[in-house]
């Protein structure tokens, strides 16, 4: 009975919630009717009211002076963080606006977080934000240093598997999916089906770009919940020498024809010592920015596997660059209407590592759970163990009982910087590893960032020590790993 009730509120809820975000999206829409002047003052009073909804979900977890803050950044129409949102609203097709605003939005910031956060509380274990999944292992390329040119094409997880992922997330609270592999559009048809049967959930797909195609982009547009990120490394020869001649181009159509279709869609960068430059100068962020890429993830190589290249791990110096250089990409010196966040170097805003169920984890083509898409180990699979019990299996709980794995948030990972915290979580839960084409033991892993953590620790320190830190409002943490109210960590 309790269930029915809950299911009966909640669609009152979003029927209510839909309705205003049709309301508030005809004020923020520019039909040419309206002065710059008129369209600015009407937009940041949308803007102040989604705030106010923001904190009716977040509740202590949101501040009074947080909740003013941001209402005092999104105030002014000449901030170039303002101007970017509204860049987006112009350039995005309406009916999949109003869509991306409910299932990521609505469904995924604001009702699934708090349900998320309650979930962490009920079941003692990290419950994630979003949950990443490989539709299948079968890719197109052999891109230099990736693991996926080992994995082969014989794994999947059927469409049954992927939308039984997705119920039991929903359950927990998770309205957000991201697809890797592999290339995920190889599964496009499925994926499709998957957006289709689940509109209360932001989809986002990794994807090489060959796949994309004018039929591709008017199924997209009538879903309304599926993004992709591109994989682009720069200039076209930093590009096409690790994924292959052609390629480049390739990216370059994809992004014309989401522009074309309005279809918001960011870029997916690794970066290594042989690219960094490349991938942060003036003239490729412009390049993406006026193709129509409004964000974009960067990640830093991991050598993981048997094809891995432990040369393309950035220097100390490259990897010092690269936090500044994106951070000031994001400062208001910059006016680039272009949104970057570092995967490795950004961890002081998500509390460190993310992974093992704590903001996210990965499935693989075989069904197996592993903390890290770029960790290879599990002791559950999809198809033995539900959702809930792989979050509370030996493996997680170890990441959850552990993290933050270091203090210093610019060392943030159990493989790359803390080797050792790696090495000690597989002995003690048994997990085994993963890439069943190409064997790969913890130790075999630990032995390729061993060096390059011993370079990197005296400098994150000091890179550390030189930034202001805050205490946030909420750590998603165990209870013994929380910060004190007094700001003081627990030893």
């Given at each position: ?47 102040l009211?989604?705030?106010d ?50 299932s ?16 962490r509380?009920k ?23 990736c ?13 049954e598997?992927m ?17 890797t ?7 496009k ?51 096409d020498a690790r ?12 992004m014309?024809l989401l522009?074309?279709?309005g ?30 890429a ?6 830093h ?18 990897r ?12 208001e ?5 272009f ?14 590592c993310?992974?093992?169920g ?14 890290c ?14 959702i ?17 794995f270091?203090?210093?948030?610019l060392?943030?990972?159990?493989m ?12 003690k ?7 069943l ?12 960032t ?16 030189s ?23 627990r030893?």
């Amino acid at each position: 009975m309790g269930n029915v009730v809950k299911n009966v509120r909640y669609k009152a809820e979003r029927a209510a919630v839909s309705k205003v975000v049709d309301g508030l999206y005809n004020k923020l829409k520019n039909d040419g009717s309206l002065s710059k002047e008129e369209t600015d003052s009407a937009r940041t009073d949308v803007y102040l009211k989604i705030v106010d909804l923001a904190k009716k979900f977040y509740k202590e977890g949101f501040t009074d002076e947080a909740c003013a803050n941001v209402k005092n950044y999104l105030s002014d129409p000449q901030n170039r963080w303002v101007k970017l949102i509204n860049s987006v609203l112009d350039e995005t097709d309406p009916e999949y606006a109003k869509k991306l605003i409910m299932s990521l939005g609505y469904e995924a910031f604001l009702r699934g977080t708090a349900q998320i956060r309650e979930s962490r509380e009920k079941y003692g274990c990290n419950i994630p934000w979003l949950i990443l999944f490989d539709p299948t292992m079968a890719c197109n390329m052999h891109c230099v240093g990736c693991w996926s040119g080992t994995y082969g094409h014989k794994d999947n997880l059927s469409l049954e598997e992927m939308d039984s992922i997705v119920t039991q997330g929903k359950a927990l609270g998770t309205h957000l999916y991201m697809m890797t592999g592999g290339e995920p559009l190889v599964r496009k048809k499925d994926i499709l089906r998957l957006c289709e049967k689940h509109p209360d959930c932001f989809f986002a797909a990794y994807t090489n770009s060959t796949l994309i195609d004018e039929q591709l982009c008017e199924d997209v547009l009538r879903c309304g919940n599926l993004l992709f990120l591109l994989s682009i490394e720069g200039t076209p020869q930093t590009n096409d020498a690790r994924r292959g001649e052609g390629h480049y181009d390739t990216v370059m159509k994809a992004m014309d024809l989401l522009k074309k279709y309005g279809i918001p869609f960011g870029i997916s960068v690794c970066y290594t010592s042989q690219n960094i430059e490349a991938v942060t100068s003036d003239e490729f962020l412009q390049m993406v920015a006026e193709k129509g890429a409004r964000f974009g993830f960067y990640f830093h190589y991991m050598p993981v596997g048997s094809n891995a290249v432990p040369s393309l791990m950035p220097s100390v110096e490259q990897r010092k660059y690269m936090i500044d250089r994106i951070r000031y990409i994001r400062s208001e010196e910059c006016d680039l209407q272009f949104y970057p966040m570092d995967f490795q170097n950004d961890g002081e805003y998500v509390g460190g590592c993310i992974a093992g169920g704590r903001n996210y984890f990965h499935i693989n083509a075989h069904g197996d759970a592993e903390p890290c898409v770029f960790i290879h180990f599990s002791d559950s699979n999809i198809r033995e163990k539900t959702i809930l019990e792989m979050l509370q299996s030996p493996l997680f709980m170890a990441y959850h009982e552990g993290q933050p794995f270091n203090r210093n948030h610019l060392r943030p990972c159990p493989m790359l910087e803390n080797p050792d915290k790696l090495r000690g979580i597989i002995a003690k839960t048994g997990a085994h590893q993963t890439n069943l084409e190409s064997e790969e033991t913890v130790e075999q892993l630990c032995a390729k960032t061993d060096e390059y953590a011993g370079k990197w620790a005296p400098a994150a320190q000091e890179k550390w020590d030189s930034m202001t830190h805050k205490t946030p409002a909420y750590e998603n943490y165990a209870p013994e790993q929380r910060t004190k109210k007094d700001g003081q960590k627990r030893a």
